[in-house]
């Protein structure tokens, strides 16, 4: 298994309004409503350390709660105006827990003042050990400071605590650094992370076949922006030969966008606009009914009965005085509820009403509640911007390899499974005794009618028998199925369930985890033997129920080697493959012949053993030739030999480089590859009008070294010349004939 290990790293925002940036000049937030939002708990106004804490711990302390969290920049943090300031629950009752890191930009003593309305408090790493320390620098209104020694470049974390009840608020942080003659902010000394942690990253595993090449493929991550007439900002990198790739934060946005819902928030009102249905004990819920024409803010006038669901829908949150804040779960309109828009709320409400400051806006009806409310202000709600990650291929390569995933084996595997017995049957399901996982149903239902079937099997057929190819026109995007979860559990029963349709996958930026993965199995279809396909771990290789190792070969060696050699006669050519008597119980086989078209021209093909159904068909450049018996009932154990006739187009004085094997293999009637399938030898004929040295040069292209050379006078006129292979490595080679005029050259395939 080769695993295509894409690495995306990128710069991270993690706050909930829109900054498109982190790190220098930022700082990190937490907002809370305090005091329940009224003043109603106590403390109001910290005076101590531990005030503040109490305040701030909002999982034990009832009258705190957690609304906003994220990252913003540090002059909208420490030093603001109410246009500019973080985000909050409201302009009273809130606070800001800030922290990041300061670095120094110059050596000597600092003076920090801080300054609030109303209370906060100032922590810094005063000492330099990476630890903060309380600076004591007093609560209250007014200024407040202190004075550290600190070391140019020295990293040294920082909090700040604010408190703000009712009427005048502000915060500011300032300092002087030593040539500084009065105090300033400097926001290029800010920082919302350690400049020497790694920001976030999204780690990507593409896991695909060894006999893929990983530099082939490339991976686009784009997104919807306004930077460019098309509408989105996209980034393309392709695969290193390790597999890996890194995106930064130029291809990453992390900038805020309207996600499509809002929050609702009714203003003190007389008209029971809002109805609350009692709570449902059975169901956990409320029902809540939002009179339409609470919606006309969005355009619709007067009673809007005709406005469309999908706008009612859009309201994912409300805010009912201080009874709830929190979400909606859209019910339906209408419903025998009149105008009514209507909701779940998945909270109980009951207690909360009675100790409401504004209960007496609910009315109890003994059953329901009306509830008297104004108008309803919407706010949009946002979110990180939903990322594309796209994986595309080489369009040449692609072609090359899908040409040989769909091959005789995996025709004989796939007919195996439809004629042997099973729970299942032909049908598709538990099927026979071939098939152990979903994945292979999948790819083994080449049309995509969620059914495997003959109809399947013929169109593989097709594809090797057929002068056109039903697969000739698929792209990539057609057959890779890119599976994000279950490849290795997936169903045998219900495999035709969430299939993934599209090399595509969608990641928006998490706001809690650093370091985020993604893990994705690419396979294709008709690829049932995961020849080019990731072989899913639950493969159960049974060689006695006819599922064996698909990926490998298992049924031992041919007892004689493979005959393969062109004969010249004239202006005909023929090419002979003899594969030997043997005991494998082969049934069937197939070879892809190279040709060059512009010198030769196809004739017909020749069969030795008539008694095993054989085909030859004619392709843009090369001839696919072999046999096959769907059942296994007929075997070639007793050999076969195939000839593939040619006529010259033009007078050659030789015919290396002519025809040449591009691909081979044989199977069992279990759907086992033969495992050794070796080439006696292959014979070169040339003709030659030079009685002189010709040289045979068996070459590795891969090193550029001479494997074999062979020094030697021709006759006048037609020679062969027998390259013996059983001495060669196993590898595809180039073969050069060369004389004083030049040299011609062709590849072999050593198996």
């Known amino acids: 298994m080769k695993k295509f290990i894409l690495t ?5 925002l993690v706050c909930s309004l829109g900054y498109s940036q982190t790190g220098q000049g930022y700082i ?37 709660e957690l609304t906003h969290e994220g990252i913003d920049t540090a002059l909208n943090g420490l030093t603001w105006t109410w246009s500019t300031m973080l985000p909050r629950h409201a302009n009273s009752w809130y606070g800001w827990d800030i922290d990041g890191y300061f670095v120094a930009e110059e050596s000597g003593a600092y003076i920090f003042q801080i300054t609030s309305d109303d209370r906060s408090d100032f922590w810094f790493d005063t000492d330099g050990d990476g630890d903060m320390d309380d600076t004591y620098a007093g609560f209250g209104n007014g200024s407040r400071s202190r004075s550290f020694n600190l070391t140019a470049g020295q990293v040294y974390p920082f909090r700040v605590r604010y408190e703000q009840g009712a009427g005048g608020a502000n915060l500011y942080l300032k300092w002087k650094r030593p040539s500084d003659s009065a105090l300033t902010f400097h926001s290029d000394e800010i920082y919302s992370y350690h400049p020497d942690d790694a920001p976030h990253s999204l780690d990507i595993t593409y896991e695909v076949s060894d006999n893929l090449d990983a530099t082939k493929f490339s991976t686009t991550i784009y997104y919807e922006c306004t ?9 393309v990198n392709t695969l290193g030969s390790d597999g890996t790739i890194s995106f930064d934060e130029t291809a990453i946005s992390t900038d805020q966008v309207s996600n499509g819902t809002y929050k609702a928030t009714n203003t003190d009102g007389g008209v029971e606009f809002v109805v609350l249905y009692d709570w449902d004990s059975t169901n956990q819920r409320h029902r809540l009914l939002l009179d ?3 919606f006309n803010s969005f355009g619709y006038s007067g009673f809007a009965s005709g406005a469309p669901d999908t706008l009612f829908q859009s309201i994912t949150n409300f805010e009912l005085y201080d009874v709830y804040d929190g979400e909606l779960t859209w019910l339906s309109s209408g419903n025998g509820a009149g105008y009514w828009a209507q909701y779940y709320i998945y909270t109980n409400l009951t207690s909360s009403i009675s100790t409401s400051t504004s209960s007496n806006r609910f009315r109890d009806a003994s059953g329901y509640y009306g509830v008297q409310v104004g108008a309803l202000n919407f706010a949009a709600g946002n979110a990180f911007a939903q990322h594309t990650i796209n994986l595309s291929v080489d369009g040449t390569y692609y072609d090359e390899q899908y040409e040989n995933a769909i091959t005789i084996q995996d025709l004989s595997l796939a007919f195996s499974e439809l004629t042997t017995a099973g729970s299942g049957g032909p049908g598709g399901g538990a099927g026979g005794e071939v098939f152990s996982t979903g994945i292979e149903y999948i790819l083994g239902d080449v049309n995509e009618d969620s059914v495997f079937d003959f109809k399947d099997t013929a169109l593989i057929l097709q594809h090797i028998y057929g002068e056109t190819d039903p697969f000739a026109d698929k792209t990539f995007v057609d057959v890779a199925k890119v599976f994000s979860s279950g490849y290795d559990s997936w169903s045998t029963t219900n495999w035709s369930s969430g299939i993934p349709s599209t090399t595509s996958d969608y990641y928006t930026p998490n706001t809690t ?5 993604k893990t994705y199995q690419v396979a294709f279809l008709g690829d049932v033997n995961f020849s080019h396909s990731h072989e899913p771990s639950n493969l159960i290789p049974q060689v006695n129920n006819l599922n064996s190792i698909k990926t490998s070969s298992t049924n031992g060696d041919l007892e004689t080697s493979i005959a393969l050699k062109i004969i010249r006669e004239e202006d005909n050519l023929t090419m002979v493959i003899n594969i030997p008597a043997n005991s494998l119980n082969i049934s069937g086989t197939q070879f892809k012949i190279n040709f060059d078209e512009t010198r030769l021209e196809y004739i017909d093909a020749e069969y030795s053993n008539e008694a095993i159904n054989s085909y030859d068909t004619k392709r843009t450049d090369y001839i696919n030739i072999g046999s096959f018996s769907s059942d296994g009932s007929i075997n070639i154990n007793s050999g076969i030999e195939y000839k593939l006739n040619f006529k010259l187009n033009a007078s050659l004085k030789s015919t290396l480089g002519l025809l040449g094997i591009k691909f081979y293999e044989l199977v069992t009637k279990e759907g086992s590859k033969v495992k050794t399938i070796r080439f006696g030898q292959q014979g070169v004929t040339f003709s030659t009008d030079l009685i002189e040295d010709h040289n045979l040069i068996v070459l590795d292209e ?3 070294s001479v494997i074999a050379k062979e020094l030697f006078i021709p006759v006048l006129g037609i020679n062969t010349k027998n390259i013996y292979t059983k001495a060669l490595p196993k590898k595809k080679l180039k073969l050069i004939l060369s004389n004083s005029l ?10």
């Open 8 to 12: 995306v790293v990128y710069t991270l």
């Open 513 to 517: 985890t650093v370091a985020q993965t």
């Open 742 to 751: 030049g040299e011609q050259t062709t590849n072999i395939i050593i198996e």
């Open 28 to 64: 990190n937030y937490k907002s809370y409503k305090i005091n329940g939002g009224n003043g109603s708990c106590g403390p109001q106004h910290p005076s101590t350390t531990a005030a503040f804490d109490t305040m701030f711990d909002y999982t034990n302390n009832s009258c705190t």
């Open 292 to 294: 339409k024409r609470l």
């Open 702 to 704: 891969d090193s550029g």
């Open 227 to 235: 930077d460019n007439a098309g509408g989105i900002c996209p980034t």
